[in-house]
T-cell receptor
Framework: DAKTTQPTSMDCAEGRAANLPCNHS???????VYWYRQIHSQGPQYIIH???NNETNEMASLIITEDRKSSTLILPHATLRDTAVYYC?????????????FGQGTILTVHP | EADIYQTPRYLVIGTGKKITLECSQT?????MYWYQQDPGMELHLIHY???????EKGDLSSESTVSRIRTEHFPLTLESARPSHTSQYLC???????????FGQGTRLTVV
């Protein structure tokens, strides 16, 4: 699995967009970019994933650069409940999926 | 909402006791996992299973054991608990397409 690099922490004002970057310069062609978050030591929660196209769901948007070496998770209107650790994980899908390698992630703090 | 449950949520137990942490899911997923997370630290995979009667050790060595007799259950056992086993244990399962992993709320174990 390709290695990812994320900032240790970020702040965001409530109601503003939170843009969380992730660098994955060694990503290979069959690897997806997944984002999970963990709120205060609860179980991690899946947010979104993508291969090369930008993706959007009810929680967030994922923007992947054309060369796929980096991506940005966007929470369009952050709330206090979005305060969590956000993990960017690069992994091939299919049979081995689920054996996730979690790094340190980015601690996002949303403040009033 | 994910249908994966862990019991107990919290457990304080004396050294030398045998304990079993329960994990069950109602989604019919073949793949299940156990992760260990010390406070403020990364999650590490300690066990996984790709189906009934299949169990494998994960990336982080653990003195715990697991069993998979039924698809929906994946219990973790410590034969003789020690203070070094104090941690949070998170159970997960993943869907057949390999697009998302579902995590339980975790069991916070304290061995005194």
């Amino acid at each position: 699995d390709a290695k990812t690099t994320q900032p240790t922490s970020m702040d965001c004002a409530e109601g503003r967009a939170a843009n969380l970057p992730c660098n994955h310069s060694t990503i290979s062609g069959n690897e997806y970019v997944y984002w999970y978050r963990q709120i205060h030591s609860q179980g991690p929660q899946y947010i979104i994933h993508g291969l090369k196209n930008n993706e959007t769901n009810e929680m967030a948007s994922l923007i992947i650069t054309e060369d796929r070496k980096s991506s940005t998770l966007i929470l369009p209107h952050a709330t206090l409940r979005d305060t969590a650790v956000y993990y960017c994980i690069v992994k091939a899908g299919g049979t081995s999926y689920g054996k996730l390698t979690f790094g340190q992630g980015t601690i996002l703090t949303v403040h009033p | 909402e994910a249908d994966i449950y862990q019991t107990p949520r919290y457990l304080v137990i004396g050294t030398g006791k045998k304990i079993t942490l329960e994990c069950s899911q109602t989604m019919g997923h073949d793949k299940m996992y156990w992760y260990q997370q010390d406070p403020g630290m990364e999650l590490h995979l300690i066990h996984y299973s790709y189906g009934v009667n299949s169990t494998e050790k994960g990336d982080l060595s653990s003195e715990s054991t697991v069993s998979r007799i039924r698809t929906e259950h994946f219990p973790l056992t410590l034969e003789s608990a020690r203070p070094s086993h104090t941690s949070q244990y998170l159970c997960a399962s993943s869907d057949p397409r390999g697009t998302e992993a579902f995590f339980g709320q975790g069991t916070r174990l304290t061995v005194v």
